[in-house]
């Protein structure tokens, strides 16, 4: 079954706009939430990542939001630019005993000129 | 300091026949995950080992998938008498610790193609 949800499956923005994506778990046992930048025919790259003991988490340009109480966080990417078109996922990871990250469907970002 | 090696890039192969999938982790990481990509969706974790070790197969079919991390040389995730539905990215990563305490990077992945 399905643990971590994503949306939207696609997305377009224009440039210089703020692109959210949004992702929900289940399981109370994951403890470090990353996201992935993945172009076409490579491998996912982390982009940054958060632990939920910090509800806001920001490297740049890109911002991961967490709300523990909801089960949800998110990545806001400031000012996008075309270069930020990507496939974007969200993962979840347990604790110690639980290592595989469990992703979510992905986001097709496209940003427009 | 060179990433996640994978090879081969594209591997094309009929029904019925082996593919073989190489991952050479980053200098200085034991621990290796296999996860695979179907078209369109997010990746699926297959296997975690360390060296001369599986730790999790969880994600592993139960039959012609098998994966080693030996003690020398690269991990390898060996798929055998492919069938259609075997064709996939499949993507390795490693890390420096646990998972749980390190981040995992990805290789380029190999695209299986089956005929």
Redesign the interface.
Known sequence: QQQVK?SPQSLIVQKGGISIINCAYENTAF??F?W?QQFP??????LI?IRPDVSEKKEGRFTISFNKSAKQFSLHIMDSQPGDSATY?CAA??????????????TRLTIIP | NAG?M?NPRHLVRRRGQEARLRCSPMKGHS?V?W?RQLP??????MV?LQKENI??E??MPKERFSAEFPKEGPSILRIQQVVRGDSAAY?C?SSLR????G???????TRLTVT
């Open positions: 994503q403890d470090y990353p992935y025919g490579k491998g996912p790259a982390l990542a996922f990871l347990g604790h110690f005993g639980n290592e595989k990250l469990t992703f979510g469907t992905g | 996640v994978q621990h995950y996860y369109e969706e997010g990746l699926k974790f975690y730790i999790d969880s994600g993507f990563a646990e998972a749980s305490t981040e995992q990077y990805f290789g380029p992945g």
